[in-house]
Structures are given as structure tokens and as C-alpha cells.
């Protein structure tokens, strides 16, 4: 079953921060978050593993909540160059590199 | 290094007809997938393989066939096209550990609409 993305879609203008969540209803060992562009491939911005470590990337950074199933993906001080589809892709222990991928999250950064 | 790469980038098949997607990555990576990517539904897992000689199926297998006989290479292939197969299609590979996960390296996707 695919993991649970909100919200669907959110504009932004720039520098303002943003919040998209990722749910599963399984028991979860990694979360992924991707990008892609408009007639792109994905782009990986980082993983996290069970242990609801929070990581970090230039602006971005994420969180990973085991107990509740759930990841959230923060952009802060949004720039042009954030808009696009973001992706989370969810694996579970023993498959962990099988990841099942949520249904996405529409993100444009206007001036 | 070329990463992951797909070939055609675009395809028009008649219905019926056979057709094969190859993907190709140079980066050692014993995790290779297939992914088709269809509006308002993400990316949902067609086949996978943890290593040569190792493939299983994914969330939705009916209509296509894999093998991997090299660790590089992982084609795909559409046994007899259907219109419902119209889709873009990307491969990603990854590093592999049973017991970890990590980044996928995406291909530039084909383009196949099925007519």
C-alpha cells in the first residue's frame, strides 16, 4: 500500500517554508524524499532509517517518527529553484531497498 | 561516469506489439527497478532485482518480463503492448544491503504510448 503524502499541492512564494508529510499505514525501517522537475527524472535528497533521526541538506531537512509511521520533509526559505514534485518512498525492514512510493506533493515557489 | 541510463527516451507501439526497455547503469550497483509513473499516482514498482540472475516482482508485474544477467544491465521487456501500458517508464539502481537502504540513481525515463 502506498505510503499517504499531504498536502497534495501547496504554492509558495519565495522565502516563505513549507511542511510535506508522509504516512504509512506499515511498520517502516527507511523513508527516502526525492525531487523531480517537470519532464525529469527523481532526484534523491536524503534517506533516514528507524531510530527517528533528523537530517539535514543545505535548507531541507526531514524527520522520521517510527512509533507513528511518519515522515516530514522541511523547506525553509523557499527558493525558485524547490519547485517541483516531492516524493517520499517508503521501505520496510528486510526489503529496505524495495521502496514503495507515495502519490507526490506539488510544490511551486513563486516571487 | 553516465550514472543510469535508459534507452529509447520515446516509443510508439501498436497494440499487440512486443517491445524491450533497456536500462543500463556503470556505477556497480547490485539494485536495479523498474518503476512506471502514471498522473496523480506516483511511482509504482513494476519488477526488481538484488543482483545478477535475481529478479522479483513489484506491485504491478502482469504484462512485463525481466532478467538479469549482468550486473549492468536489467531490460524490460512488454510481452504483448496494451493502451493500459501507456506510461513513463524510469529504472533506478542502488547499492544494495539486506539490512539498510540507500539513494536511488534515477534514469532520464522512456516516453511509450501505446496506440
Known amino acids: 500500500q502506498q505510503p499517504v503524502q499531504s498536502p497534495q499541492a501547496v504554492i509558495l512564494r519565495e522565502g516563505e517554508d513549507a511542511v510535506i508529510n508522509c504516512s504509512s499505514s506499515?511498520?517502516?525501517?527507511?523513508v527516502h524524499w526525492y525531487r523531480q522537475k517537470h519532464g525529469e527524472a527523481p532526484i534523491f535528497l536524503m534517506i533516514?532509517?528507524?531510530?527517528?533521526e533528523q537530517k539535514g541538506h543545505d535548507k531541507i531537512s526531514a524527520s522520521f517518527n517510527e512509533k507513528k509511521q511518519q515522515s516530514s520533509l522541511y523547506l525553509t526559505a523557499s527558493q525558485l529553484s524547490y519547485s517541483g514534485t516531492y516524493f517520499c518512498?517508503?521501505?520496510?525492514?528486510?526489503?529496505?531497498?524495495?521502496?514503495?512510493f507515495g502519490t507526490g506533493t506539488r510544490l511551486q515557489v513563486t516571487l | 561516469n553516465a550514472g543510469v541510463t535508459q534507452t529509447p527516451k520515446f516509443q510508439v507501439l501498436k497494440t499487440g506489439q512486443s517491445m524491450t526497455l533497456q536500462c543500463a547503469q556503470d556505477?556497480?550497483?547490485?539494485?536495479m527497478s523498474w518503476y512506471r509513473q502514471d498522473p496523480g499516482m506516483g511511482l509504482r514498482l513494476i519488477h526488481y532485482?538484488?543482483?545478477?540472475?535475481?529478479?522479483d516482482q513489484g506491485e504491478v508485474p502482469n504484462g512485463y518480463n525481466v532478467s538479469r544477467s549482468t550486473t549492468e544491465d536489467f531490460p524490460l521487456r512488454l510481452l504483448s503492448a496494451a493502451p493500459s501500458q501507456t506510461s513513463v517508464y524510469f529504472c533506478?539502481?542502488?547499492?544494495?544491503?539486506?539490512?539498510?537502504?540507500?539513494?536511488?540513481?534515477f534514469g532520464s525515463g522512456t516516453r511509450l504510448t501505446v496506440v
Open positions: 533516514l532509517l528507524k531510530g527517528g
Open positions: 532485482s538484488v543482483g545478477a540472475g535475481i529478479t
Open positions: 518512498g517508503t521501505g520496510n525492514t528486510g526489503t529496505a531497498s524495495k521502496l514503495t
Open positions: 506499515k511498520a517502516l525501517y527507511s
Open positions: 533506478a539502481s542502488s547499492y544494495f544491503n539486506r539490512e539498510r537502504s540507500y539513494g536511488y540513481t
Open positions: 556505477m556497480n550497483h547490485e539494485y
